[in-house]
C-alpha cells in the first residue's frame, strides 16, 4: 500500500474519514528514504525530467499534474488539495524502526506543508517553479514507497483492518477470517499501545 492511497480510503462499514494508519514495515529500503532527502536537499529536479511529473502548465491560468493529485489543477486549488492531504499526516504513526522515514513524513507535515501555506496566501506573480523540489519529494514519498504491514483504524466504529503484504484487507465483517487477522494483531502488538489494545475493537480484538 502506498501512502498516497491512505488519502482516499474511508471505513467500509461507516463511511468515516480519515482512517488512523499504522505503519508496522515498509517494503521500501531505508536507503530510498535518504535519497528522497538529499534529493531534495540538493534541490535535484532530475526526477521530473526522466518522469514529466510533476508537470507545470503555462497558458492563460497556471496548472499542475502530478501522481498525488493526479487531474491537472489550476494552482491554487492544486495547493489547497496538497495542503489537505498533507494535513492528514498527522493521522500516520510510523512504528517501524526506521528513522529516515519518520524524518520524511515529518518534514512534509511540518516543513512543507507551512511553505504552500504561505505561498498559497498570494500567489500572484509568484513562480510556481520554486515549488519543484517539494512538490518532486512529495510525489516520491507518497507514490513511489510501499508499506509492507500496517494497520488501519476507523476511530468512529472501532474496526481496524490489517494491511498484510502491502495490501488493506478492507472486507465486510462477514468476510473476514478472525484467525488470520487475530494472528496479525497479536504478532504486531508491541507495535500498539495499551490504549489501542482496550479499545472495544471490531469485528473482533485479542
Known sequence: MKPWLFNLLACPICKSFPLKLFIFSFETRE?????YLKSYENNDLSYKSENQIPEIIEGDELYI????????????????????ILNELIHIIDKTPYTLSKQCFNLAYK????????????????DAKKLLPELIFLNR??????????????????????????????LPDEYRSKEEELEFLKAHKDSLNENFLDLDLKPFKL
Open 31 to 35: 536507503e530510498l528514504f535518504e535519497k
Open 141 to 170: 514519498l507518497m507514490v513511489e514507497t510501499e508499506i509492507e504491514a500496517g494497520l488501519l483504524l476507523c476511530e468512529k466504529c472501532n474496526r481496524w483492518y490489517p494491511i498484510i503484504d502491502t495490501i488493506p484487507r478492507m
Open 111 to 126: 516543513d512543507i506543508k507551512n511553505e504552500f501555506i504561505e505561498f498559497s496566501k498570494n500567489i500572484k506573480n509568484k
Open 65 to 84: 499534474r502530478d501522481n498525488i493529485i493526479i487531474e491537472k489543477k489550476p494552482l491554487k486549488q492544486y495547493l489547497d488539495k496538497l495542503i489537505s
